[in-house]
Protein backbone atom coordinates (compact mmCIF):
# COMPACT_ATOMS: atom_id res chain seq x y z
CA UNK A 1 0.00 0.00 0.00
CA UNK A 2 1.50 3.74 -1.17
CA UNK A 3 1.51 6.31 1.66
CA UNK A 4 0.48 9.36 0.96
CA UNK A 5 1.23 12.47 3.29
CA UNK A 6 0.16 15.76 2.69
CA UNK A 7 -1.71 17.91 0.35
CA UNK A 8 0.77 19.21 -1.44
CA UNK A 9 1.33 15.45 -2.30
CA UNK A 10 -1.60 14.44 -3.84
CA UNK A 11 -1.08 15.79 -7.76
CA UNK A 12 2.05 13.74 -7.89
CA UNK A 13 0.02 10.50 -7.10
CA UNK A 14 -3.66 10.82 -7.93
CA UNK A 15 -3.61 12.70 -11.47
CA UNK A 16 -1.79 10.28 -13.04
CA UNK A 17 -4.26 7.56 -12.78
CA UNK A 18 -7.67 6.23 -13.93
CA UNK A 19 -8.98 8.59 -10.14
CA UNK A 20 -9.85 6.84 -7.50
CA UNK A 21 -12.73 5.51 -5.45
CA UNK A 22 -12.24 7.39 -1.84
CA UNK A 23 -13.56 6.96 2.20
CA UNK A 24 -12.94 9.34 4.88
CA UNK A 25 -12.29 8.49 8.38
CA UNK A 26 -10.60 8.41 11.20
CA UNK A 27 -10.42 4.60 11.24
CA UNK A 28 -8.84 3.98 14.82
CA UNK A 29 -8.89 0.14 15.45
CA UNK A 30 -9.61 -0.89 12.05
CA UNK A 31 -12.53 -3.01 13.73
CA UNK A 32 -15.08 -4.89 11.25
CA UNK A 33 -17.22 -2.53 10.34
CA UNK A 34 -14.21 -0.37 9.28
CA UNK A 35 -13.49 -3.29 7.63
CA UNK A 36 -16.61 -3.99 5.77
CA UNK A 37 -16.09 0.05 4.47
CA UNK A 38 -13.09 -0.42 2.87
CA UNK A 39 -14.25 -3.99 1.30
CA UNK A 40 -16.92 -1.63 -0.59
CA UNK A 41 -14.28 0.98 -1.62
CA UNK A 42 -11.96 -1.77 -3.04
CA UNK A 43 -15.12 -3.57 -4.54
CA UNK A 44 -16.26 -0.33 -6.08
CA UNK A 45 -13.00 0.51 -7.33
CA UNK A 46 -12.84 -2.44 -9.02
CA UNK A 47 -16.17 -1.65 -10.67
CA UNK A 48 -14.76 1.37 -12.05
CA UNK A 49 -11.40 0.55 -12.94
CA UNK A 50 -10.00 2.99 -10.51
CA UNK A 51 -7.91 3.31 -7.25
CA UNK A 52 -9.00 2.29 -3.70
CA UNK A 53 -8.28 5.18 -1.39
CA UNK A 54 -9.05 5.57 2.49
CA UNK A 55 -8.03 9.43 3.91
CA UNK A 56 -7.31 9.90 7.55
CA UNK A 57 -6.12 13.02 9.70
CA UNK A 58 -3.28 13.84 12.09
CA UNK A 59 -3.99 14.47 14.60
CA UNK A 60 -7.82 13.50 14.70
CA UNK A 61 -10.04 16.71 14.24
CA UNK A 62 -11.13 16.06 18.17
CA UNK A 63 -7.68 15.89 18.93
CA UNK A 64 -7.09 19.34 17.50
CA UNK A 65 -9.99 21.06 18.51
CA UNK A 66 -9.97 19.41 22.73
CA UNK A 67 -7.10 16.86 23.18
CA UNK A 68 -7.71 16.99 26.68
CA UNK A 69 -11.49 15.03 25.93
CA UNK A 70 -10.79 13.06 22.97
CA UNK A 71 -10.60 9.45 23.88
CA UNK A 72 -7.99 7.56 24.06
CA UNK A 73 -6.91 5.81 20.42
CA UNK A 74 -7.32 2.66 20.05
CA UNK A 75 -4.04 2.59 17.87
CA UNK A 76 -1.25 4.81 16.75
CA UNK A 77 -0.54 5.60 12.87
CA UNK A 78 1.92 2.47 12.01
CA UNK A 79 -0.40 0.47 13.09
CA UNK A 80 -3.37 1.95 11.57
CA UNK A 81 -1.23 1.56 8.63
CA UNK A 82 -0.87 -1.71 8.64
CA UNK A 83 -4.24 -2.75 9.75
CA UNK A 84 -5.58 -1.00 6.15
CA UNK A 85 -2.72 -2.01 4.64
CA UNK A 86 -4.13 -5.67 5.86
CA UNK A 87 -7.20 -5.06 4.57
CA UNK A 88 -5.89 -4.34 0.67
CA UNK A 89 -6.76 -0.50 -0.17
CA UNK A 90 -4.15 0.36 -2.57
CA UNK A 91 -3.66 4.21 -1.03
CA UNK A 92 -3.54 5.55 2.14
CA UNK A 93 -3.67 9.45 2.30
CA UNK A 94 -3.13 11.21 5.56
CA UNK A 95 -3.69 14.87 5.95
CA UNK A 96 -2.25 16.76 8.80
CA UNK A 97 -5.07 18.83 10.92
CA UNK A 98 -4.33 22.06 10.76
CA UNK A 99 -5.56 25.80 11.12
CA UNK A 100 -5.19 25.91 7.60
CA UNK A 101 -7.33 23.30 6.71
CA UNK A 102 -10.07 23.59 9.89
CA UNK A 103 -10.67 27.12 7.58
CA UNK A 104 -11.14 25.21 4.27
CA UNK A 105 -14.77 26.00 3.37
CA UNK A 106 -17.21 22.96 2.17
CA UNK A 107 -16.54 24.11 -1.37
CA UNK A 108 -13.10 24.43 -0.91
CA UNK A 109 -12.31 21.11 0.59
CA UNK A 110 -14.54 19.33 -2.31
CA UNK A 111 -12.52 20.96 -5.20
CA UNK A 112 -9.11 21.08 -3.79
CA UNK A 113 -9.20 17.65 -2.06
CA UNK A 114 -11.79 15.18 -3.32
CA UNK A 115 -11.51 16.78 -7.37
CA UNK A 116 -8.04 18.52 -7.87
CA UNK A 117 -6.39 16.04 -5.78
CA UNK A 118 -8.25 12.80 -5.47
CA UNK A 119 -9.56 13.00 -8.71
CA UNK A 120 -12.79 11.26 -7.17
CA UNK A 121 -15.21 8.90 -8.96
CA UNK A 122 -16.94 7.74 -5.80
CA UNK A 123 -17.17 8.58 -2.19
CA UNK A 124 -18.19 6.41 0.36
CA UNK A 125 -18.71 8.15 3.62
CA UNK A 126 -21.50 7.95 6.52
CA UNK A 127 -24.40 9.85 6.15
CA UNK A 128 -23.72 11.48 9.30
CA UNK A 129 -20.31 12.69 7.77
CA UNK A 130 -19.16 16.35 8.47
CA UNK A 131 -16.59 18.42 6.69
CA UNK A 132 -15.52 22.40 5.82
CA UNK A 133 -15.11 25.10 7.95
CA UNK A 134 -17.83 25.08 10.41
CA UNK A 135 -18.56 21.49 9.93
CA UNK A 136 -20.72 23.40 7.07
CA UNK A 137 -20.25 20.14 4.47
CA UNK A 138 -22.76 17.22 4.60
CA UNK A 139 -24.27 14.21 2.84
CA UNK A 140 -26.63 16.35 0.67
CA UNK A 141 -23.78 19.06 0.25
CA UNK A 142 -21.36 16.20 -0.98
CA UNK A 143 -23.95 15.16 -3.30
CA UNK A 144 -24.53 18.00 -4.79
CA UNK A 145 -20.84 18.41 -5.25
CA UNK A 146 -21.08 15.25 -7.02
CA UNK A 147 -23.39 15.99 -9.38
CA UNK A 148 -21.25 19.20 -10.28
CA UNK A 149 -17.82 18.08 -10.24
CA UNK A 150 -18.75 13.87 -11.72
CA UNK A 151 -18.11 11.42 -8.78
CA UNK A 152 -20.93 10.36 -7.22
CA UNK A 153 -21.38 9.18 -3.13
CA UNK A 154 -22.60 6.76 -1.33
CA UNK A 155 -23.18 5.83 2.18
CA UNK A 156 -21.23 2.83 4.53
CA UNK A 157 -22.63 -0.11 4.93
CA UNK A 158 -23.19 -0.93 8.99
CA UNK A 159 -22.00 -3.86 10.70
CA UNK A 160 -23.94 -4.82 14.16
CA UNK A 161 -22.82 -7.54 16.62
CA UNK A 162 -25.39 -8.03 19.74
CA UNK A 163 -27.58 -5.91 17.71
CA UNK A 164 -25.72 -2.41 17.84
CA UNK A 165 -23.46 -0.97 15.89
CA UNK A 166 -19.99 -2.06 15.87
CA UNK A 167 -17.85 0.92 16.76
CA UNK A 168 -14.22 2.70 17.88
CA UNK A 169 -16.54 3.86 20.69
CA UNK A 170 -17.71 -0.06 21.28
CA UNK A 171 -14.40 -1.10 21.45
CA UNK A 172 -13.36 1.30 24.30
CA UNK A 173 -16.05 0.53 26.42
CA UNK A 174 -15.02 -3.08 26.55
CA UNK A 175 -11.08 -2.64 26.81
CA UNK A 176 -11.65 -0.36 29.58
CA UNK A 177 -14.82 -3.12 31.06
CA UNK A 178 -11.53 -5.69 30.79
CA UNK A 179 -13.30 -7.60 28.32
CA UNK A 180 -11.20 -8.56 26.03
CA UNK A 181 -12.98 -10.96 24.72
CA UNK A 182 -15.89 -9.05 23.26
CA UNK A 183 -13.46 -6.44 22.02
CA UNK A 184 -11.86 -8.91 20.29
CA UNK A 185 -14.84 -9.93 18.48
CA UNK A 186 -15.52 -6.16 17.38
CA UNK A 187 -12.05 -6.13 15.96
CA UNK A 188 -12.08 -9.18 14.07
CA UNK A 189 -8.67 -10.47 16.21
CA UNK A 190 -7.22 -9.74 19.41
CA UNK A 191 -6.29 -6.40 20.60
CA UNK A 192 -2.51 -5.37 20.08
CA UNK A 193 -0.58 -2.97 21.21
CA UNK A 194 2.84 -2.75 19.42
CA UNK A 195 6.34 -0.54 19.83
CA UNK A 196 9.88 -0.47 19.79
CA UNK A 197 11.53 -2.16 23.13
CA UNK A 198 13.45 0.63 24.78
CA UNK A 199 15.97 0.86 27.97
CA UNK A 200 13.90 1.48 31.69
CA UNK A 201 14.97 1.58 35.35
CA UNK A 202 15.72 -1.99 35.34
CA UNK A 203 13.95 -2.08 38.56
CA UNK A 204 12.35 -5.60 37.12
CA UNK A 205 15.60 -7.01 37.53
CA UNK A 206 16.00 -6.28 40.84
CA UNK A 207 13.20 -8.49 41.53
CA UNK A 208 13.99 -11.38 39.15
CA UNK A 209 11.13 -10.13 36.87
CA UNK A 210 12.72 -8.36 34.25
CA UNK A 211 10.94 -6.58 31.74
CA UNK A 212 10.53 -5.28 27.81
CA UNK A 213 9.72 -1.82 28.36
CA UNK A 214 7.59 0.10 25.18
CA UNK A 215 6.72 3.59 25.17
CA UNK A 216 3.18 4.29 24.20
CA UNK A 217 3.74 8.38 23.05
CA UNK A 218 0.09 9.24 24.36
CA UNK A 219 -1.27 10.07 27.50
CA UNK A 220 -4.62 7.96 27.98
CA UNK A 221 -4.74 4.34 26.92
CA UNK A 222 -8.27 2.36 26.80
CA UNK A 223 -6.28 -0.35 28.56
CA UNK A 224 -5.05 -0.20 31.94
CA UNK A 225 -3.98 -2.61 34.75
CA UNK A 226 -2.22 -6.51 33.76
CA UNK A 227 -2.54 -8.63 31.34
CA UNK A 228 -2.33 -12.32 29.83
CA UNK A 229 -0.26 -11.21 27.08
CA UNK A 230 1.38 -13.10 23.82
CA UNK A 231 4.48 -11.45 22.37
CA UNK A 232 5.93 -11.23 18.76
CA UNK A 233 9.07 -10.86 17.95
CA UNK A 234 10.15 -11.11 14.38
CA UNK A 235 8.53 -14.65 13.80
CA UNK A 236 8.71 -15.82 16.86
CA UNK A 237 5.77 -15.94 19.83
CA UNK A 238 6.05 -16.12 23.46
CA UNK A 239 3.74 -16.25 26.51
CA UNK A 240 4.14 -13.43 29.58
CA UNK A 241 2.39 -11.22 31.56
CA UNK A 242 2.08 -7.71 30.82
CA UNK A 243 1.63 -3.84 33.26
CA UNK A 244 -0.14 -1.07 31.12
CA UNK A 245 -0.33 2.07 33.13
CA UNK A 246 1.83 4.78 34.89
CA UNK A 247 3.58 2.55 37.66
CA UNK A 248 2.30 4.00 40.91
CA UNK A 249 4.59 2.07 42.72
CA UNK A 250 7.68 2.92 41.41
CA UNK A 251 7.90 6.30 40.02
CA UNK A 252 4.61 7.72 38.68
CA UNK A 253 4.98 8.35 35.22
CA UNK A 254 3.35 11.51 33.49
CA UNK A 255 2.71 9.25 30.40
CA UNK A 256 1.61 5.20 30.73
CA UNK A 257 3.97 2.66 29.60
CA UNK A 258 3.76 -1.09 28.84
CA UNK A 259 5.79 -3.30 30.64
CA UNK A 260 6.24 -6.84 29.44
CA UNK A 261 7.84 -10.13 30.99
CA UNK A 262 8.11 -12.95 28.70
CA UNK A 263 8.75 -15.95 30.53
CA UNK A 264 11.65 -18.24 30.10
CA UNK A 265 13.39 -15.13 28.27
CA UNK A 266 16.77 -14.17 28.32
CA UNK A 267 17.66 -12.10 25.46
CA UNK A 268 18.95 -8.71 24.84
CA UNK A 269 15.86 -7.08 22.41
CA UNK A 270 16.45 -3.76 23.12
CA UNK A 271 15.43 -1.44 19.38
CA UNK A 272 13.30 -4.65 18.27
CA UNK A 273 10.07 -4.55 17.43
CA UNK A 274 7.35 -6.28 19.79
CA UNK A 275 3.72 -6.44 18.97
CA UNK A 276 1.43 -7.17 22.13
CA UNK A 277 -1.68 -9.42 21.98
CA UNK A 278 -3.49 -9.30 25.10
CA UNK A 279 -5.84 -12.39 25.93
CA UNK A 280 -6.83 -11.65 29.69
CA UNK A 281 -7.03 -9.22 32.11
CA UNK A 282 -5.46 -10.11 35.68
CA UNK A 283 -6.23 -6.94 38.00
CA UNK A 284 -6.34 -3.61 37.73
CA UNK A 285 -2.79 -1.50 38.08
CA UNK A 286 -2.27 -0.79 42.41
CA UNK A 287 0.02 0.81 44.30
CA UNK A 288 2.18 -1.15 46.81
CA UNK A 289 3.67 -0.15 49.84
CA UNK A 290 6.79 -1.58 49.34
CA UNK A 291 9.08 -3.11 46.83
CA UNK A 292 8.53 -6.64 48.18
CA UNK A 293 4.63 -6.21 47.92
CA UNK A 294 5.47 -5.91 44.42
CA UNK A 295 7.76 -8.26 44.36
CA UNK A 296 5.18 -10.79 45.84
CA UNK A 297 2.05 -9.23 43.43
CA UNK A 298 3.76 -9.30 40.57
CA UNK A 299 4.78 -12.92 40.99
CA UNK A 300 1.04 -13.94 41.36
CA UNK A 301 0.60 -12.32 38.53
CA UNK A 302 3.24 -14.17 36.54
CA UNK A 303 1.49 -17.69 38.21
CA UNK A 304 -2.09 -16.66 37.20
CA UNK A 305 -0.78 -16.24 33.77
CA UNK A 306 1.01 -19.25 33.36
CA UNK A 307 -2.32 -21.12 34.58
CA UNK A 308 -4.55 -19.07 31.77
CA UNK A 309 -1.99 -20.13 29.02
CA UNK A 310 -1.94 -23.73 30.44
CA UNK A 311 -5.43 -24.05 30.10
CA UNK A 312 -5.93 -23.14 26.46
CA UNK A 313 -6.60 -25.45 24.08
CA UNK A 314 -3.27 -26.16 21.58
Known amino acids: MELIRGLHNLNLHCQDSAG ?24 KAVELGAISVAMVFEPQPREFFAA ?38 ADAFVKEVLVDGLALKHLVVGDDFRYGCDRSGDFDHLQVAGARYGFTVENTCTVESGGERVSSTRVRDMLEQGDLTQAAALLGRPYTLSGRVTMGNQIGRTIDVPTANLPLYRDKTALNGVFSVQARINSETFNGVANIGKRPSVDGLICPILEVHLFDFNRDIYGERMEVQFQK ?6 KFNSLDELKENIHNDIQQAKEYFQNQPN
Open 281 to 286: KLREEK
Open 68 to 105: EHAPPRLMRFREKFNAIKHAGVERLLCLQFNSALRKLS
Open 20 to 43: CVATIGNFDGVHLGHQAILRQVQQ
